[in-house]
């Protein structure tokens, strides 16, 4: 295969992968952001603690994390159909991606939440904010930094899962090296997807990084470490 | 101002019960300083954070400026409407400070106002003003970060004043500053209470805090409220322990036949010049073995530990005389009761 030949086929493919990893980041962090705050408000010592709530979710959000991604995918078939039409296409793909990556980005979220101080909500109750006022102006935005690390890690792994939705016809990067690179002995073309996904990775790896550090520099903390403070003390 | 009546509060942990707080009767006058002393463990904490609710009494009563809280809570653990409210015109200060990192100083104060729902303008404007107030004006673009302790408790005290509160809680404030900023937080502490009429219930093991702050406290101990009242009144109490932490005498007698007597001064009393007069008129020689005195509200208070030569027996006029004076008179070494006016 000459370059011309290539080409056009590393383009489409670039372009397709950006469009199921970006939609499917986007619906990821649109579903797993209030679930994450979710499973944090609904646990022991919790603003809305209501523990059997928190166990259907957080059992919902286990079994969807254990299952492999291909499977997912496969067995999503009926309800991504139902949705777009067909189990073909980039389209088609972006159902399940977003799908998997609802309960991981959710399950990071809520690292991220807990790590912020209780001090910080019990000041805003105690000026009489609500839960609603506490999640705006003081979960979201002190655990940003964590938020934007867990949402680079989220693309990552959906660039991954992505070149896994290729191989069922979703096209993009993990397509063409499939059908081409390896199907086709087209060595050369292989190493070129490797070679841009790497290149891609290391640039959203970095960009993320980037902003999550410039964001906490500002930052650091008010007062001690924040603790992890699961439990209320007693006194 | 702050009245809480049977106040318990029983934490249930892993099948066990931990009682925090045992009834308590707090009552603090409006306009005045209030402290609560304890050692970590004696309630205190809860205590304050059952005034605003933000921990559920299991039984009694808070009332702040007339307002019954507890009737406001309802039944379940989230706050309603009307408990929100009387919180917003509740301030609290925090020993941690409890600054939002990811906002600068002036959003931080203005973090109150938004709550309250006050347009932009009118945030900025206060915001700049409380700054101002606590000495800060120049640091409203920084963030907490970049702050020291002390800068972080202003940020922490104008964040508290920004809803315009009668009432202000603080939980043990000064405990992460050290000493000089402890004085400079409690300085302003005092000014914000003269200058804007605030009432203010204050935390703290620290019996400086009280000391130089407060004009009531109270000693807590496993749950219960042990002393309470003003720094004049608990001076006044024979055997008060508040008392004589707030000013501890040391000194032993220099000898036998000599009699040692714990002078406390309060009220109109300690306006005069007792010692001398009594060194003049009887014509004895007094020593000073020990004293603690402070200006607390514009009057001397404190006890002084003296002593007089000779026994008791020879000395019942001399300490007549200190008694006419309306000082209140311990004897120290006679284990017989404290005598009383006139005995003998």
Redesign the interface.
């Known amino acids: 295969m000459t370059w011309s030949e290539m080409q056009p086929l590393l383009e489409q493919a670039c372009w397709d992968t950006l469009y199921m990893v970006g939609w499917s980041t986007l619906i990821a962090v649109a579903g797993g952001l209030p679930l994450g705050i979710l499973l944090v408000l609904t646990d022991r010592g919790g603003?809305?603690?209501n523990l059997a709530a928190n166990k259907v979710i957080g059992q919902v959000v286990n079994i969807a994390r254990s299952l492999p991604f291909i499977i997912l995918m496969v067995a999503l078939m009926g309800f991504t159909r139902s949705i777009t039409g067909t189990t073909i296409g980039v389209e088609a793909a972006i159902v399940p991606l977003a799908v998997g990556a609802i309960p991981f980005f959710a399950r990071l979220v809520e690292t991220a939440v807990r790590e912020v101080?209780h001090?910080?909500v019990?000041?805003?109750?105690?000026?009489?904010?609500?839960?609603w006022?506490i999640v705006r102006?003081?979960l979201v935005?002190?655990s940003?930094p964590s938020l934007i690390s867990s949402i680079t890690t989220t693309i990552v792994a959906l660039i991954g899962y992505s070149a896994m939705a290729g191989t069922v016809g979703a096209g993009g990067l993990g397509d063409i090296a499939i059908r081409y690179g390896y199907q086709r002995f087209e060595t050369q073309l292989m190493w070129i997807t490797v070679a841009i996904l790497a290149v891609v990775i290391s640039v959203i790896q970095f960009a993320g990084d980037y902003a999550a550090r410039s964001?906490h520099r500002?930052?650091?903390?008010?007062?001690?470490a924040p603790k992890l403070r699961l439990?209320k003390a007693?006194? | 101002m702050i009245t809480t009546s049977g106040l318990t509060k029983v934490?249930r942990?892993r099948g066990r019960e931990?009682t925090?707080l045992d009834g308590v009767d707090l009552h603090v006058r409006e306009g005045e300083v209030y402290g609560v002393i304890g050692q970590?463990?004696?309630?205190k904490?809860?205590l304050i954070r059952c005034v605003?609710l933000?921990e559920r009494p299991t039984a009694g009563t808070v009332t702040v400026a007339g307002q019954d809280l507890t009737a406001l809570a309802g039944r379940g653990?989230?706050?309603g409407k009307e408990l929100?409210?009387?919180?917003?015109r509740?301030g609290?200060v925090?020993q941690?400070?409890?600054?939002?990192?990811?906002?600068t100083v002036q959003d931080n104060v203005e973090?109150?106002l938004?709550?309250?729902g006050k347009s932009g303008q009118e945030r900025s404007r206060k915001a700049l003003e409380l700054l101002d107030l606590v000495g800060l004006a120049d640091k409203a673009k920084s963030?907490?970060?970049q702050l020291s302790g002390g800068q972080?408790q202003r940020v922490g005290i104008a964040?508290a004043l920004a809803?315009d509160p009668k009432v202000l809680?603080s939980d043990e404030a000064t405990s992460?500053l050290d000493p000089e900023t402890t004085r400079s937080i409690l300085a302003l502490l005092r000014d914000l209470n003269r200058q804007l009429g605030l009432t203010v219930l204050l935390i703290t093991h620290e019996m400086d805090v009280v000391k130089s702050v407060c004009d009531s406290a109270a000693l807590m101990e496993n749950g219960r409220i042990v002393e309470s009242g003003t720094v004049s009144e608990l001076l006044a109490t024979p055997g008060s322990e508040l008392a004589s932490a707030l000013f501890p005498l040391g000194g032993e007698a220099s000898g036998e036949d000599r009699t040692v007597v714990d002078v406390t001064f309060q009220g109109e009393s300690a306006t005069q010049p007792v010692i001398s007069q009594l060194s003049r008129t009887y014509n004895i020689d007094i020593s000073i073995l020990g004293a603690a005195i402070d200006t607390v509200g514009g009057l001397q208070v404190g006890r002084m530990r003296i002593e007089l030569p000779g026994r008791y027996e020879d000395n019942v006029v001399p300490i007549g005389f200190l008694r006419e004076k309306g000082l209140q008179i311990d004897l120290l070494g006679h284990d017989s009761e404290p005598v009383k006016e006139g005995a003998k």
């Open positions: 603003l809305l603690q101080d001090g910080l019990e000041a805003v109750q105690a000026m009489g904010g609500s839960t006022t102006k003081v935005p002190e940003l964001l500002r930052g650091a903390h008010s007062g001690p439990l007693a006194s | 934490y942990a931990v925090a970590s463990g004696a309630g904490s809860s605003n933000l653990p989230r706050a929100r409210q009387a919180r917003s509740i609290m925090f941690h400070f409890n600054l939002l990192s990811s906002r973090l109150p938004e709550i309250l963030y907490p970060a972080k964040r809803g809680l992460a």
